[in-house]
């Protein structure tokens, strides 16, 4: 008998007779599957909402008082000669009063008796967001502040620090919690493929007096780990985007400002799931029969 056509038959007969376990198995790896991908979409979520702050994040470069017109004017050449800054905008003193005076509103009352303008002129500078790694930033303010007459630069250090380390440990914790899943839907098959093998011991016996080889014993076994793999990968995809789904239509009626805060999953990611479902599941199933002795 041909192999694949034995292997086939086998695996819908056992996938039937063992209908139970083969529901318990799936399930348990849908929802492994499911928590990861959960993780993940959170991740890229949090990760969208960092970049979206990060993108109006800039210098401040305070100026001298004595700061004179060609220094300025230099200035203003030297960060337009630099490719790290998209946007330059110019604040005079009078315009950072008036701006002050905004953001007192009904307070404002207490700079109306001062004898001058306390307030120095500045740059505020927009640079790359890639280029928002705390030490990069750090040492481009430094180099900033070396330059004839500027005062002062700020860039805002903490908060930049804390947006860039809760970035790198969701996708830290991403990758953990995903690593530890795929070992526990490994173990998963790999019990599941040692039962059914033990199960059918006395099949197996026969089919070795018949002068079967043993990849001709091993691959329904195979095939089996593949499938249940694939449709908990299936299953799990579905779940996502059906609770990514009801999130978008039914929460945003009550929560309208969480759709600034959701980043639909790539396609391509719904169509992994299931291919990363069956790979870890085959290695699962290829342990199990790997480490039986007949």
């Not at 949090?46 to 200035?75: C, H, P």
Request: net charge positive.
């Amino acid at each position: 008998m041909n192999i694949i056509t034995y292997s086939f038959q086998t695996v819908i007969k056992s996938l039937w007779r063992e209908k139970w376990i083969n529901l318990l198995t799936l399930l348990s790896i849908s929802i492994g599957l499911s928590l990861v991908t959960t993780f993940i979409m959170f991740t890229i979520n949090m990760d969208s909402v960092i970049q979206r702050w990060a993108k109006n994040f800039g210098r401040v470069v305070y100026l001298s008082e004595t700061i004179s017109e060609i220094d300025e004017t230099s200035l203003v050449t030297q960060f337009k000669k630099d490719p790290d800054i998209l946007d330059i905008k110019y604040i005079s003193k009078d315009t950072a009063l008036q701006e002050l005076r905004a953001i007192l509103g009904s307070n404002a009352l207490v700079v109306e008796g001062l004898s001058e303008n306390p307030l120095p002129s500045s740059f505020e500078l927009r640079v790359k967001r890639h280029l928002l790694e705390p030490g990069l930033v750090k040492r481009k303010a430094e180099k900033i502040a070396k330059l004839s007459g500027v005062e002062e630069v700020q860039y805002g250090e903490k908060w930049l620090s804390s947006l860039y380390t809760i970035s790198r440990a969701m996708k830290l914790g991403a990758l953990i919690i995903g690593c530890a899943i795929f070992i526990a839907i490994t173990f998963i098959t790999y019990s599941t493929i040692k039962i059914f093998f033990y199960r059918r011991k006395e099949e197996i016996e026969t089919l070795k007096l018949l002068g079967a080889t043993r990849s001709f014993v091993r691959v329904p076994f195979l095939i089996e780990g593949l499938i249940i793999g694939l449709l908990g990968g299936i299953l799990s995809s579905l779940a996502i985007f059906g609770i990514y789904t009801f999130t978008s239509a039914k929460v945003t009626e009550f929560l309208p400002s969480i759709q600034f805060f959701m980043a639909s999953l790539p396609f391509q990611v719904y169509l992994v799931v299931p291919l990363a479902g069956a790979l870890v599941s085959v290695i699962g199933s290829y342990i199990a029969v790997g480490k039986i002795r007949y």
